[in-house]
């Protein structure tokens, strides 16, 4: 076998991985690039290998940085099978045309207000694009074994993390290849623990936060002190937050929040159709986490929906303290845009970031404490405070991720780090090196490795 790293290499977007194994060509997860220029170019760049080539990808999970690139393979020629979790199905089935869709409202804008230095500004794909993958896929169950390997079997675990998330191992003969995706954590309020896997030949290990141990601040504690002081100063609550996974944690916290009577009664806006229509599958995948079927109904009622841009836009003329919860996590595009454009300048308001925020974003340069943000082609003043909501990642921490890896009954061959930025790929090498004694690389874009 030969693994090709055509992603996620010291950085913690664009996820994907070739396995050649003998004829037969194998890309696990598909993820589009983000933040920084020099990434997004490679969305744009062709594939390093023809999707012509490729016999079919298996995904761990539906976050965009692991399958958002599916709709360009698909479109520039991949004709195989797409393999996922049916939560990873259902939930792909919203991601994918929505990031079709923000692509073209993109070009849309660019085309409009002419901040584009291409004439006219072009979407990476379409809407279209994205219902057109979704063709290709096919379900799987967790723990079982499929023949779609030559010699051998893949098997997708648990992750936790998100609803659908896996593990994926593929094995050829007695050699074992296991690909974390993203690794949750053991004590999350809402997803299931990852599994426990008792061995692999070879591992490729995320590592987003390879070089942090997450807060032990309850974060539903801080979240009540953000909302009250915000209220009282008759501020508005932003929160740019994952559409997938933490837009239903926050709802979750302030669900309980509320029926403790420790926050006001503020109006609470989910403002995004995909986390709508994500935080609804809670209830149709309940195996996937801990919610009882109560709770989970509870959850979904805490927030008024706005599906419409009509909806969306009538939030900001509300003048009285209010939570709004819209995607982007990072900031990077959507509604939430629009958002901070008219309470990013306000001193009453409070931003709330809840999330890693990857370099070049505009998450990560309000947390270092931009005084101005650039949006649609113009600067808007930053005054309202920005805040982080810390111990809410769906994502383990270096020593969650220790405690995983002592499961293991013998040492991998090799551990190949991945999806972190350099400093947290280096630092969960170092851990594990010095931990555990096993040998590791962090792998750089376009590198290849013989799985001898």
């Known amino acids: 076998m030969e693994l090709t790293f055509l992603g996620a290499t010291r950085t913690v977007t664009g996820s994907k991985y070739l396995l050649t194994i003998g004829k037969q060509k194998v890309l696990v997860d598909c993820g589009l690039f983000q933040g920084q220029k020099e990434l997004r170019l490679r969305n744009w760049a062709p594939l390093p290998v023809d999707p012509k080539s490729i016999d079919s990808v298996l995904i761990t999970h539906a976050h965009i940085d692991h399958t958002g690139y599916l709709p360009l393979l698909v479109k520039n020629g991949f004709a195989g099978p797409i393999y996922a979790t049916a939560a990873t199905f259902d939930l792909s089935s919203i991601l994918l045309p929505d990031s079709g869709y923000l692509h073209e409202e993109e070009a849309r804008r660019a085309n409009k207000y002419g901040y584009s230095k291409h004439h006219p500004a072009l979407p990476l794909y379409t809407r279209e694009d994205g219902e057109t993958a979704l063709k290709q896929f096919k379900k799987i169950d967790f723990g079982k074994p499929y023949p779609l390997v030559p010699g051998g079997s893949v098997t997708w675990f648990p992750a936790g ?61 801080k979240l009540k002190q953000i909302i009250n002081e915000t209220a009282s100063r008759g501020g508005t609550i932003l929160i740019p937050s994952f559409a997938v996974g933490r837009a239903q944690s926050l709802l979750y916290y302030i669900f309980k929040l509320k029926s403790e009577k420790l926050i006001p009664d503020l109006p609470v806006f989910l403002d995004s159709p995909m986390a709508i229509n994500a935080t609804k599958l809670l209830c149709r995948h309940a195996k996937d986490h801990r919610l009882t079927d109560a709770e989970c109904r509870e959850v979904c009622k805490v927030a008024m929906c706005t599906n419409s841009v009509e909806q969306s836009k009538s939030i900001d003329a509300i003048a009285f303290p209010k939570i709004i919860i819209s995607a982007s996590g990072m900031a990077v595009g959507g509604r939430i845009l629009h958002h901070l454009k008219v309470f990013a300048p306000q001193e009453r308001n409070t931003i709330l970031l809840t999330g890693f925020q990857a370099a070049g974003t505009r998450g990560e340069k309000l947390l270092s404490g931009c005084t101005e943000i650039k949006i649609h082609g113009e600067y808007f003043p930053v005054r309202a405070r920005v805040e982080k909501l810390t111990n809410t990642s769906a994502h383990a921490d270096y020593e969650e991720i220790l405690h995983w890896l002592r499961n293991f009954k013998r040492a991998p061959k090799k551990v190949f780090i991945t999806h972190g930025e350099l400093e947290a790929s280096q630092s969960l090498k170092e851990h594990i090196e010095t931990d555990l004694g096993w040998s590791c690389y962090i792998p750089k874009y376009m590198d290849k490795e013989t799985l001898a």
């Open 161 to 221: 993390h998100i609803l659908g998330a896996s593990l994926v191992q593929v094995q050829v003969g007695k050699k074992k290849v296991l690909f974390t995706g993203d690794l949750g954590r053991f004590d999350d309020p809402l997803m299931r623990a990852p599994e426990r896997i008792l061995g692999a030949d070879y591992l490729i290990l995320e590592s987003t936060y390879g070089n942090h141990v997450h807060d032990v601040i309850d974060p539903e504690e």
